[in-house]
Nanobody, 116 residues
Framework: QVQLVESGGGLVQPGGSLRLSCAAS????????MGWYRQAPGKQRELVAS???????NYADSVKGRFTIARDRAKNMLYLEMNSLKPEDTAVYYC??????????WGQGTQVTVSA
């Protein structure tokens, strides 16, 4: 009932910046929180940042102070602003929406590669 499409991934130099976007459609009124996850080769998928329906944010320690999650309700968009990027940030990044008993939804992912 919810569709999520990520965009904005690509190749960036260490220390550079990138903004990821997630376009959402469907039954958005039941979304309790949204977030960005990432999965690097050989590693488990991990939470990067989340934002509640009320706007409260949470960040993984590894990205705190460098990444910012934001929500644009008018445009049904979720963003992840990434600054001071490091090679260890290289991963596939996924948009997520949590609807409680109504389900959890994922986008298809977008590749972020940090390399000189």
């Amino acid at each position: 009932q919810v569709q999520l499409v990520e965009s904005g991934g690509g190749l960036v130099q260490p220390g550079g910046s990138l903004r990821l976007s997630c376009a959402a459609s469907g039954s958005l009124f039941r979304i309790y929180d949204m977030g960005w996850y990432r999965q690097a080769p050989g590693k488990q998928r991990e939470l990067v940042a989340s934002i509640t329906n009320g706007g409260a944010t949470n960040y993984a320690d590894s990205v705190k102070g460098r990444f910012t999650i934001a929500r644009d309700r008018a445009k049904n968009m979720l963003y992840l602003e990434m600054n001071s990027l490091k090679p260890e940030d290289t991963a596939v990044y996924y948009c997520n929406s949590e609807h409680g008993v109504y389900g959890t939804y994922w986008g298809q992912g977008t590749q972020v590669t940090v390399s000189a």
